[in-house]
């Protein structure tokens, strides 16, 4: 009937050899390929000797009320033993599209060897000798069609025409109505959808099907072996006849003759009413609509490729490679088997998993406790992802950055991990802050504290300037008393040896000096110019001056006068330590002094610090940027000897300094992304082993408490940096993706249909490997910011790869009504 998917199954597709009655005049019937003829012949059948029937072979077609209801009848249409004389088709209404030759949507075909393989095909009335010429029929092209002499019996319509087209030289150009593949491709999409879901439902009529088929199968291969080896006659087809009438007459074999006959019904009412694909694409997307009801509708787009499309699609292009043979609804069943337990094969060894499982190879159960340990966001409010942490305790040997990166790198992964990385900064804020809190509150006026901690830092210099002088103090008193006379005379160096020493200018003035100084000469007015105390005090006058005219600074300056100075002062100090060994051993205990203790310090932080004239400068020469290697015994020495001369100044100085670096490291960012605070605050102040060294020597001393929390925070903000940069590495990116877009027997099975030339399906391949990366890419992202992200990832490479095959096998066997039995479907 007009607009019926077997239009393309009109006369044009008739080989040679088979005859169409058409409408003609109204005394003759026309034949394909025969001109009309103007004048027929007395006998209509004169053209076609082959044809020729039995004597009035046409006489239905005189007065109807002399053949009553001898005239043919047709499925659905009673028969009217008294049609209207003038149209004898007048019973059968649907008839008049055609004119009154036949009735629309029937061919009479002739068949060169009578009785044809189609005879089950024609109109059910009983024909009587002068209804229809002898090998003719009357067919209805509906669910099945004419077929050509070599093809069994179910052989689909299209099988059909194709090889009448190709056995007989038909026409083989497409209906003019021939749809677009994409729109026949998604109408057989539509249209499958409940056919699927019906051969779904009917599961145990078919699994009842293929117990019955297969038992008789088994039955009919060993039957008569069997009975030949102990002596008995094969089965003949008369008893295997009766063996299938008594199965039908009996109870349980009638009760499944039913539901058979019933799913035959329901599948024919399916074929009459949906949608019948008429192009390759079709097919396919028929199968597709088939399996997706077995398949199941899942809300993850891998699941509907790997459950749905790759069964598909292997089962369609197994089923096209065996159409028209006995053995295509079995090759449908496998393909789909086979695309299935691809799928199955493709989960077990999951794309992500088993890049996880390669990318932590080498992890003890010591590192993984380790890496949780860093992920608990309790201890200091920052948020790791599992490769980070993972990295981190590794010592940056894992590949999971380089995956996390290529997850971030994508539209869908960016999307998951963007607002967990976008978080970050905040966190390394509040962490680092809590941090700098416990070390000391923030000063109010942070200038103020460089100044102050240089004059403590001057303090503890003179302190300690004063100890070595007062551990001296015996010494300097047994040469004699200063300041008065005193019991015991003081000693003196002898006149000859003092007389040169009193002749030089330099000694002249700086004894003029003394005893015209009005705070020194009284404590030296006793004592004569040879007194050990006297020549003390002239030589530390002369070495003070040296060093003044040596200072370039000095508007004075004099290199030669300066070493006079000097040269004098040594010259007077040697012969007092020859007259007085109290006074030799005096002076070298405090040069001892000095060069362990006095001189160490003011070189060192302390004096430094002592020497800063700004809070940046006394910060940095307590904890400088780069400072020596070796030099965390100094800094430690230096902070406790602030702490002890001024332990707020200086414990709000260290908590300046590093509060200034995570400000530095919170602005010098590229791009306005402060995502990498973290990393660029622990370089800067732990960056190395000295810099942690110094860092943690300082904090022992000025703030013991934050350097315990220090010592949580700094590893943390040290796994930050395992996060890369994305797109960078190109080339590592590409085979990543590549192995996480792997499908295995999907993409494998896209390209090899596409190798065939099916370019949808080609389509349909690398859309299915864009879905397998997409899905893995989200999965992972999942993965990688979850609260328990080193859990899951321990977890996932614990279980190994795992089986899917069960589900395989159930949707394998949902699938099996659409392949075994109705292989062909609507087609």
């Known amino acids: 009937m007009p607009g019926k998917p077997w239009e393309k199954y009109q006369a044009a597709d008739i080989p040679p050899g088979f ?97 044809g393989p189609w005879t089950k095909y ?15 029929k009357i067919v209805q092209p509906g669910a099945t069609q004419v077929k050509a002499p070599d093809l069994p019996d179910g052989t689909p319509d299209d ?50 099907r293929v117990v019955k088929q297969g038992g008789e199968y088994l039955q009919d291969k060993v039957e008569d072996p069997i009975r030949a080896l102990f002596g008995y006659d094969a089965v003949t087809p008369e008893e295997k006849a009766q063996r299938e009438a008594d199965d039908k007459n009996s109870y349980l074999g009638g009760f499944l003759q039913r539901m058979f006959d ?80 691809g799928t199955a094969v493709a989960r077990s060894y999951s794309a992500p998993e088993s890049y996880i499982r390669r990318a ?55 999307t998951k991990t963007a607002p967990f990385f976008t978080q970050r900064p905040g966190q390394v804020d509040t962490a680092v802050g809590n941090m700098l809190d416990q070390i000391a509150p923030q000063s109010a006026q942070p200038s103020t504290l460089g100044p102050r901690a240089a004059e403590a830092a001057g303090n503890v210099i003179d302190q300690t300037r004063q100890g070595i002088n007062a551990q001296t103090r015996p010494l300097y008193d047994a040469t004699g008393p200063v300041g008065s006379a005193g019991p015991t005379p003081p000693q003196v160096v002898p006149q000859a040896q003092f007389a040169p020493i009193a002749a030089d200018p330099r000694f002249q003035a700086g004894l003029a000096r003394l005893r015209g100084n009005a705070e020194l000469a009284p404590e030296y007015a006793g004592l004569p110019d040879n007194a050990i105390g006297v020549i003390d005090a002239v030589t530390k006058d002369l070495n003070a001056r040296g060093e003044a005219l040596a200072n370039v600074a000095n508007p004075l300056y004099g290199p030669e006068l300066a070493g006079r100075s000097r040269a004098a002062a040594s010259d007077a100090r040697n012969a007092a330590t020859t007259a007085s060994p109290e006074y030799a051993q005096a002076l070298a205990e405090q040069e001892a002094l000095r060069r362990s203790t006095l ?32 030099s965390a015994g100094e800094a430690a020495d230096a902070a406790k000897r602030l702490t002890a001369e001024d332990p707020a100044t200086t414990a709000a100085l260290v908590r300046q300094n ?20 973290g990393i660029k605050f622990y370089q800067d102040v732990a960056g190395n082993d000295t810099r ?60 090899l249909v596409s190798s065939a030339g099916l370019g949808l399906v080609k389509k349909a391949g690398d859309a299915t490997t864009r879905a397998s990366l997409r899905g893995n890419i989200e999965s992972l992202a999942k993965m990688f910011i979850a609260p328990d992200s080193v859990q899951q990832i321990k977890e996932a490479v614990a279980r190994g790869p795992r089986s899917t095959i069960p589900d395989a096998m159930r949707r394998t066997a949902l699938e099996s009504g659409g392949t075994i039995f109705d292989p062909a479907g609507q087609r």
Do not use: C
Request: aromatic fraction near 6%.
């Open 692 to 751: 942690r060294a110094v860092l943690d020597a300082v904090l022992r001393e000025a703030a013991p408490q934050a350097g315990m929390s220090m010592d949580d925070l700094l590893p943390i903000l040290h796994a930050t940096g395992y996060r890369q940069a994305v797109g960078s590495l190109t080339a590592f990116n590409e085979a990543v993706k590549s192995s996480l877009g792997a499908s295995s027997l999907k993409t494998a099975l896209g390209d």
């Open 658 to 677: 590093l509060a200034d670096r995570h400000t530095k490291a919170a602005t010098e960012t590229q791009g306005a992304d402060r995502s990498r605070l």
């Open 262 to 341: 019933g799913q035959d019904a329901i599948r024919s009412k399916m074929d009459e009413n949906l949608y019948a694909p008429r192009t390759t694409a079709g097919e396919y997307g028929g199968t597709i609509g088939e399996f997706t009801a077995p398949g199941g509708m899942a809300g993850n787009t891998g699941k509907i490729v790997g459950d749905v499309i790759a069964p598909a699609v292997a089962s369609e292009a197994a089923g096209q490679a065996t159409e028209g043979t006995p053995y295509e609804g079995l090759m449908r069943f496998l393909g789909a088997a086979f695309g299935n337990a």
């Open 122 to 136: 024609a109109a059910p009335a009983p024909q009587a000798a002068n209804d229809l010429p002898p090998g003719f």
């Open 599 to 630: 001189n160490p310090l003011e070189q060192g932080p302390v004096g430094k610090v002592a020497a800063a004239t700004d809070t940046t400068g006394a910060g940095n020469a307590l904890l400088p940027h780069d400072p020596l290697t070796g």
């Open 360 to 414: 932590t190879n080498g992890m003890t159960d010591a590192d993984w406790q380790k890496a949780q340990s860093l992920q608990d966001a309790n201890k200091t409010g920052i948020a790791l992802a599992g490769p980070e942490a993972i990295a981190q305790v590794q010592g940056g040997a894992s590949a999971l950055p380089d995956l996390l990166r290529v997850i971030e790198g994508s539209v869908e992964g960016r």
């Open 159 to 208: 099988v059909m025409a194709k090889a009448m087209r190709e056995t007989f030289g038909g026409p083989t150009a497409q209906p003019a109505d021939q749809p677009s593949s994409v729109k026949d491709f998604a109408y057989s999409l539509a249209a499958g959808v409940p056919r699927g879901a019906v051969e779904m439902g009917m599961l145990p009529v078919t699994a009842a």
């Open 19 to 115: 005859r169409v009655v058409q409408p003609g005049s109204a005394a003759t019937p026309r034949f394909d390929g025969l001109p009309v003829d103007p004048a027929p012949a007395a006998d209509p059948w004169a053209a076609l000797p082959d044809a020729k029937p039995a004597a009035n072979v046409f006489d239905q077609f005189d007065a109807p009320a002399a053949k009553g209801d001898r005239l043919p009848r047709f499925p659905g249409v009673p028969a009217n033993s008294a049609p209207a004389a003038s149209d004898p088709w007048a019973a059968f209404p649907d008839a008049k599209a055609q004119g009154n030759d036949v009735p629309a949507g029937f061919h009479i075909v002739a068949s060169p060897s009578g009785d």
